[in-house]
């Protein structure tokens, strides 16, 4: 049984920041990629940020520079800084896990930036 729980998110100003962190449950025998994609309404869901099993991240093109993908593996936590936001970061930001069985997600958390 995996589990993740997300949190951090809320109501932002453009320009503003947030820090989305999420706590992941279950064995640790081994260390998973672990990233965060987002939903706005009507839109396909879009992969934001991915780090990998051994520490490498990655970022969708229209963050780069502005979020930073960490990860606390003593915590089981990961963690998604995201600065400079802009009105179409406006989202359900999702947790995900990639293990060997599939990938697991959590319930989500609201993103909304505006003025």
């Known amino acids: 049984q995996v589990q993740l729980v997300e949190s951090g998110g809320g109501l932002v100003q453009p320009g503003g920041s947030l820090r989305l962190s999420c706590a992941a449950s279950g064995s640790m025998f081994s260390i998973y990629s672990m990233g965060w994609y987002r939903q706005a309404p009507g839109k396909q869901r879009e992969l934001v940020a991915r780090i990998s099993n051994v520490g490498i991240p990655d970022y969708v093109s229209s963050v780069k520079g502005r979020f930073t993908i960490s990860r606390d593996n003593a915590k089981n936590t990961v963690f998604l800084q995201m600065n400079s936001l802009k009105p179409e970061d406006t989202a359900v930001y999702y947790c995900?896990?990639?293990?060997?069985?599939?990938?697991?997600w959590g319930q989500g958390t609201q993103v909304t930036v505006s003025s």
């Open positions: 995900f896990r990639e293990q060997a069985e599939g990938v697991y």
